[in-house]
């Protein structure tokens, strides 16, 4: 079975009846946070998204199940499948997943689907503390970890002092 990541903040989504995409909102906590270091970011996602205060512009275009000619898509989130079981947030919610669907109350199936999970690969702090030196020197050559990492540690030091 291949990982999937987390849903966070600032996904985007789309709808398989709209003609846009748009920005999904973490209203629901304020607590766990993924892939973001600071906690100032990424909030997780849950099945707790719901309603009409789901995403940043709550549209996604024209809404093909409203009519002919398509009116503008209003957004209610009513329910989330394929959520990750295993882990209850502290707001109560489940974790959404890359390929979580959304059922809107207009068209009433899951037809909200997950572009991109939001998550961001960057560097932090903890990636050079768990470094196999050996093979990263073997990767890349050109830098010296060692050096690199009594340079920062001495950095450290130097702002735990300067408190």
């Known amino acids: 079975m291949s990982e999937k990541f987390a849903v966070v903040q600032g996904a985007i989504c789309s709808c398989q009846f709209g003609s846009a995409t748009d920005q ?9 946070y993924a ?10 996602a849950t099945t707790k998204e719901l309603g009409t205060a789901t995403f940043e512009n709550n549209s996604f275009g024209s809404c093909s199940q409203m009519g002919n000619p398509p009116p503008p898509c209003k957004v209610n989130v ?8 295993k882990v209850t947030l502290s707001n109560g ?3 959404l997943l890359e390929d979580s669907k959304a059922i809107c109350a207009i068209a009433g199936t899951p037809c909200i689907s997950v572009d991109w999970h939001g998550q961001i690969m ?38 735990d002092n300067n408190k």
């Open 93 to 95: 919610g489940k974790v």
């Open 24 to 32: 999904l909102k973490v209203n629901s906590h304020q607590k766990e």
């Open 122 to 159: 960057e560097l932090a702090e903890q990636n050079f503390k768990n470094v196999n030196i050996d093979i990263h020197s073997q990767l890349n050559p050109l830098v010296d970890l060692n050096e690199l990492m009594q340079d920062e540690e001495e950095s450290w030091i130097d702002n």
């Open 35 to 44: 892939n973001d270091p600071e906690g100032a970011e990424k909030l997780i």
């Open 78 to 85: 009513t329910q989330w499948q394929g959520f990750y079981e």
